[in-house]
């Protein structure tokens, strides 16, 4: 089974802040890593697949980058709306999920 | 627009049984693998299982392989999850979502709003 490990587990920042969060898988994926973020009480909402790949609708702030085991997800400048909950996934070798970063505000 | 309703959760008593369905709308329901998400409380996401478009191909997640079985009805846009022999573990939110290739190892978009299991005596 292929482990995702994100990291930090938690982070607080203030709106208007960049953030990249990271996403280390425990043997390559090649490019196949997805993020998603939720929402306290919603469902998951696909932001990036194919490690760069922005999801329809989904704005430019957001941005993904890596290939092999590691990726990271870059917000460029927070809005209120950001601060979630974000997941990374891998779809190389069955299916997997890191457990998960929390963005807070500070 | 797609959209997915899932339905069948509740309260089961451990070694119990149930039954979830999630209907798919807005979208050529047979050219989609549709995969089933769970989260426990508080915790992250576990995929469980999947199945191709088709019918053809079905796979488990080792910690339920045995106990669940997923099937759909492509003529009534409908994925199914029969859980059996339900352990206090398996409870959750049940998510059903849409693959984006027929087959094969998937992202997932969109989701439904999912429903609740939870395994109690």
């Known amino acids: 089974e292929i482990v995702l490990t994100q990291s930090p587990a938690t982070l607080s920042l203030s709106p208007g802040e960049r953030v990249t969060l990271s996403c280390r898988a425990s043997?390559?994926?090649?490019?196949?890593l997805v993020w998603y973020q939720q929402k306290p009480g919603q469902a998951p909402r696909l932001l990036i697949y194919?490690?760069?790949k922005r999801a329809t609708g989904i704005p430019a702030r957001f941005s993904g980058s890596g290939s092999g085991t590691d990726f990271t997800l870059t917000i460029s400048s927070l809005e209120p709306e950001d601060f979630a909950v974000y997941y990374c996934?891998?779809?190389?070798?069955?299916?997997?999920f890191g457990q998960g970063t929390r963005l807070e505000i500070k | 627009e797609v959209q997915l309703l899932e339905s069948g959760g509740g309260l089961v008593q451990p070694g119990g049984s149930l039954r979830l369905s999630c209907a798919a709308s807005?979208?050529?329901?047979?050219?989609?693998?549709m995969s089933w998400v769970r989260q426990a409380p508080g915790k992250g996401l576990e995929w469980v299982s999947e199945?191709?478009?088709?019918?053809?191909?079905?796979y488990y997640a080792d910690s339920v392989k045995g106990r669940f079985t997923i099937s759909r009805d492509n003529s009534k846009n409908t994925v199914y999850l029969q859980m059996n022999s339900l352990r206090v573990e398996d409870t959750a939110v049940y998510y059903c979502?849409?693959?984006?290739?027929?087959?094969?190892?998937?992202?997932?978009?969109?989701w439904g709003q999912g429903t609740l299991v939870t395994v109690s005596s």
């Open positions: 194919d490690a760069s």
């Open positions: 979502t849409k693959g984006r290739y027929s087959s094969g190892w998937n992202w997932f978009d969109p």
């Open positions: 043997q390559s994926v090649n490019t196949y």
């Open positions: 996934q891998q779809r190389s070798n069955w299916i997997t």
């Open positions: 199945m191709s478009g088709s019918g053809g191909g079905t």
């Open positions: 807005g979208l050529t329901f047979s050219s989609y693998a």
